[in-house]
């Protein structure tokens, strides 16, 4: 990142409850499909959508809408821990798979 440029920034939505806007930047469609879908199966979030302002701008704008009972911050937080914990698990199965394949290539 550029120096004074901060990876995530949030914005409070002004008119909705429970809504806000995070800024996150040097991503694109990858994390911000990821995001959303991962959002989306939480059941205190009621809205989950994501926006490239441009495609020449490296950033996307994630908006959140959730229940009284959480917020935007926190439904972002815990969609980040799930998604972590799933990468972990792909990453300790495809090492397994190429640490077996290289026993089998040893025979």
């Known amino acids: 990142l550029p120096d004074g440029v901060e990876k995530v920034t949030f914005e409070k939505d002004k008119k909705v409850t429970n809504a806000g ?7 694109d469609h990858t994390i911000g499909n990821v995001m959303r879908m991962q959002l989306l199966d939480d059941e205190q979030v009621l809205f989950a959508g994501y926006r490239m302002p441009h495609p020449l701008e490296p950033r996307i704008n994630l908006h959140v809408q959730t229940t009284a009972e959480s917020n935007p911050s926190h439904a972002v937080i815990a969609a980040c821990n799930v998604l972590i914990d799933k990468l972990n698990r792909i990453e300790e199965k495809f090492d397994a798979e190429v640490a077996r394949k290289q026993r089998e290539m040893a025979y």
């Open 21 to 27: 806007k995070f800024i996150i930047e040097r991503e």
